[in-house]
């Protein structure tokens, strides 16, 4: 059987194994019952910006083309950086009515241990997919806040302790941090200004995540269909945005986002 698509971000469902579902054109592959089979993946050449929808040659960043980059909502300061959000003041980036939308919500600050204990923001609706993108084995909510600029400033306070960034050799390897989340929680409260301290939740929601992976991973080399267009291989783990294969080798899926590609399975 094949599928042809625009290549988008996983759905990672929480389940126990976490189930993970790819839109590929017309199609819903469900990536866990591929497991244990052979998949050949080609990259056709062209790829489709997340914003504009046109066809292009390359695409510049996070999914879209050089013009969206600079321009759409979809990548606006306050997506990479929350403590730049500028809605809770009336303030456009590059539309406010959306941008209202998506930070005037509640976010949470958040642990995750996913090879190091990092910090992150997110949406309070999407915590648990947030999570499970980044590949996490487990992750805490720290704060509650009303917005995401107040989430920004929280993740600004502790980024001097925590790395913001997922380690994802360590991740995929399943090398874990291992302390006591709840115990970082509460230390990580003493680093917070008494005006952010407000938003500290200390009986925040705790997960544990099981991704669905028959073997451990010792030397992970990494397969990039722009620089070689076709790979096959029998899939055999799913953990965050990666496809594990048998070989060793993994294929970050995120970073192929737009991509025009091509399953047979
Ligand atoms: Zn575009």
Not at 59 to 88: N, T, W
């Given at each position: 059987m094949y599928a042809e698509g625009q290549a988008k971000k996983l759905i990672n469902v929480y389940k126990s194994p976490i189930q993970v579902y790819n839109e590929v054109g017309e199609h819903i592959l469900h990536l866990n019952n591929l497991l244990g089979r052979n998949i050949s993946l080609n990259f056709k050449g062209v790829y489709i910006c997340k914003s504009c929808n046109k066809f292009y040659d390359d695409l510049f960043r996070m999914g879209c083309c050089k013009k969206c980059f600079f321009e759409s909502p979809l990548a606006g300061?306050?997506?990479?950086?929350?403590?730049?959000?500028k809605a809770h003041l009336?303030?456009?980036?590059?539309d406010l009515e959306q941008e209202k939308r998506f930070q005037l919500q509640p976010h949470i600050v958040y642990l995750a241990d996913a090879g190091k204990i990092k910090v992150g923001v997110t949406r309070s609706e999407q915590m648990h997919t947030r999570w499970m993108d980044q590949g996490a084995a487990r992750a805490r909510v720290i704060a509650n806040t009303e917005n995401r600029y107040q989430a920004g400033l929280i993740e600004v306070e502790l980024k001097n302790r925590y790395s913001?960034?997922?380690n994802w050799k360590m991740m995929l390897k399943d090398e874990l941090d291992g302390r006591d989340l709840e115990d970082e929680a509460m230390k990580s409260k003493e680093f917070l200004p008494q005006k952010l301290k407000?938003?500290?939740?200390?009986k925040g929601e705790e997960c544990n995540f099981y991704y669905d992976m028959n073997s451990k991973l010792k030397n992970i080399k990494s397969i990039n269909l722009i620089s070689g267009p076709e790979y096959e291989g029998v899939l055999c783990g799913l953990r965050g945005q990666y496809l594990i294969f048998s070989d060793g080798q993994v294929l970050n899926w995120r970073s192929h986002e737009g991509a025009i590609i091509r399953w047979e399975y």
């Amino acid at each position: 059987m094949y599928a042809e698509g625009q290549a988008k971000k996983l759905i990672n469902v929480y389940k126990s194994p976490i189930q993970v579902y790819n839109e590929v054109g017309e199609h819903i592959l469900h990536l866990n019952n591929l497991l244990g089979r052979n998949i050949s993946l080609n990259f056709k050449g062209v790829y489709i910006c997340k914003s504009c929808n046109k066809f292009y040659d390359d695409l510049f960043r996070m999914g879209c083309c050089k013009k969206c980059f600079f321009e759409s909502p979809l990548a606006g300061d306050s997506i990479l950086r929350p403590e730049m959000s500028k809605a809770h003041l009336n303030i456009e980036d590059r539309d406010l009515e959306q941008e209202k939308r998506f930070q005037l919500q509640p976010h949470i600050v958040y642990l995750a241990d996913a090879g190091k204990i990092k910090v992150g923001v997110t949406r309070s609706e999407q915590m648990h997919t947030r999570w499970m993108d980044q590949g996490a084995a487990r992750a805490r909510v720290i704060a509650n806040t009303e917005n995401r600029y107040q989430a920004g400033l929280i993740e600004v306070e502790l980024k001097n302790r925590y790395s913001d960034k997922t380690n994802w050799k360590m991740m995929l390897k399943d090398e874990l941090d291992g302390r006591d989340l709840e115990d970082e929680a509460m230390k990580s409260k003493e680093f917070l200004p008494q005006k952010l301290k407000m938003f500290f939740d200390p009986k925040g929601e705790e997960c544990n995540f099981y991704y669905d992976m028959n073997s451990k991973l010792k030397n992970i080399k990494s397969i990039n269909l722009i620089s070689g267009p076709e790979y096959e291989g029998v899939l055999c783990g799913l953990r965050g945005q990666y496809l594990i294969f048998s070989d060793g080798q993994v294929l970050n899926w995120r970073s192929h986002e737009g991509a025009i590609i091509r399953w047979e399975y």
